[in-house]
């Protein structure tokens, strides 16, 4: 068994990453999941988070959007709406974006009632991609 697979990273802009990793770990649907060359094969979705990947003594991490993973023996197929890349996160603008949805939030009960749940899982959402990104940056050193 290879000590390696290899791993592309898609989103709707075009490819982010492309390289073989000895370790990736995502934010599934129902918890995180840890990939390792061999694992069984497998299709589930991914939800707001941290994508981790490892490779030697290399570890990066980038911050993803919802979509899905494909594992074959082989390979892995990531495919999201967004990924940043380290030098690709703007850290003024995710924190003015944090601000923003806990601001929104706080205005907000969540309770189910039309037009108002839907701005409060918007600004859900916003904040989880904020919290995402601030978090990337950190892990990433910058």
Known sequence: MSSTIKLEIV????????GEIEYLR????????????GHT?????LKIGLLEIKKGTERLVIPISEGFIEVTP???NVVVRTAELPEEIDVERARR???????RLNGLNGEEVGLEY??????RAALERALA??????????
């Open 11 to 18: 989103t709707p802009a075009g490819k982010k990453y492309s």
């Open 26 to 37: 995502v934010p599934a649907m129902d918890g995180e999941i840890g990939i390792l060359p």
């Open 41 to 45: 094969p497998l299709v589930t979705g």
């Open 74 to 76: 082989g390979n892995i």
């Open 97 to 103: 974006a944090k601000e923003r949805a806990e601001k």
């Open 118 to 123: 839907i701005d409060y899982v918007r600004a």
């Open 133 to 142: 990104r601030l978090k990337a940056a950190e892990t990433n050193g910058r």
